[in-house]
């Protein structure tokens, strides 16, 4: 099973960045221990701060992958773009939110990307990646 994560903006910088509310766990150090969590998957890791090149890394993996984790980040909030290319491609798309999302600001409370998505997984902390990922092999699996 080939499944890809795709980080968007200022996801490189969970554990350094506002740890009260993405705590102290590197995203590396997180995804490094869950892939060793799933010796049968092979993962394609991926992270950009740019909203085309999310665009192209969904649309290189789309057709070949057999789910994708995706966590936008503030683009989730903005980006028909990456709407649009989430219904394109034929992967399954799990969307991520460490935070809680309808729980913060309100500009931050709708999700532009989750109906392109077959499951949102919100409020988890990093945990919400190893729950896409279970997910995943479920939808595969049924």
Known sequence: MKIAIINGPNLNLVGRRE???YGNVTMDDYLH???A??????????QSNHEGSIIDELQRVGFDFDGIVLNAGGYSHTSI???DA???ITAPVVEV???DIYSREPFR???????????SIVGH??????????????????
């Open 19 to 21: 740890p009260h509310l």
């Open 33 to 35: 221990d869950l892939t």
């Open 37 to 46: 969590q799933y010796p049968q998957v092979q993962f394609s890791l991926f």
């Open 81 to 83: 773009a990456i709407a």
């Open 86 to 88: 989430l219904r394109a």
């Open 97 to 99: 939110h460490i935070t």
């Open 109 to 119: 409370r709708v999700s532009m990307i989750a109906d392109a998505c077959v499951k």
């Open 125 to 142: 902390g990093l945990d919400g990646y190893r729950m896409a990922v279970d997910h995943l092999i479920a939808y595969h699996e049924s």
